[in-house]
């Protein structure tokens, strides 16, 4: 098979103690997906789940023990971080249950949904998708991924982001909306999961903006940290 042009290689994240990578096939992203972020973005209650998606060459992927560089992106003013728990996906399906999610589930890592809110805010107001607020360049930073009979208890870890050292964002992954097997059970109902799927799993309260040179530091207990640099 011959191509028009070379084509781009393979986006892959690293898993810890393992030489061989994780190929990312799509991000599938949760919105509003902690009771309290929902109120501070003005929404309340558990409401449905929804999804909107990231390009996998969104990943600002960070090696073990490596700080990442993140450009801060063109046409905002109004740059926030948003610290997530991320599902790496073993084998697909479609329609799973949730209580057989965990077997789809390869590992876990830590993440950033970057988002550029004013962007986003201005797509709300005038009911047009807000692709231009989650899904632009570098939007999506990653550690490595933490296979899952290595992560611990990560349905009850806590989860935090520091910004030059100070906290923002400090919640447990237990205070999920919707938990990480029952997202995976709504995600496959309306897509079929593959092997190579990242889902991030939404955001605790705390969510603020950065500038450049502003240094973020995530962490979830049991995953490491995961440090990135605006720059």
Known sequence: ??????????????????????????????GRNYEEHAKEMGFTGREPPFFFLKPNDSLVVVEEGQTGHMPYP?????LHHEIELVV??????????????????????????????DLQNEMKKQGRPWCIGKAFDHSAPIGPITPIA?????????????VNGADRQ???VAKLIWNVAETIEHLSAAWELQAGDL????TP??????????LLEGHVAGLG???TLIK
């Open 1 to 30: 098979m011959s191509f028009l042009f070379s084509p781009m290689p393979t986006v892959s994240v690293p898993v810890l103690g393992q030489a061989s990578r994780f190929p990312v096939h799509r991000i599938y992203c949760v």
């Open 74 to 78: 063109s046409l905002t003013q109004n």
């Open 88 to 117: 790496a996906i073993g084998s697909g399906g479609r329609n799973i249950a949730a209580a057989h999610a965990h077997q789809h589930i390869y590992g876990y890592a830590v993440g950033l949904d970057m988002t550029r809110r």
């Open 150 to 162: 290595q992560a611990g208890d990560v349905h009850n870890a806590e989860i935090s982001l520091q």
């Open 170 to 172: 400090r919640s447990s």
């Open 199 to 202: 889902i991030y799993t939404g």
């Open 205 to 214: 309260e705390g969510v603020a903006a950065v500038v450049s040179g502003d």
């Open 225 to 227: 940290s995961l440090k």
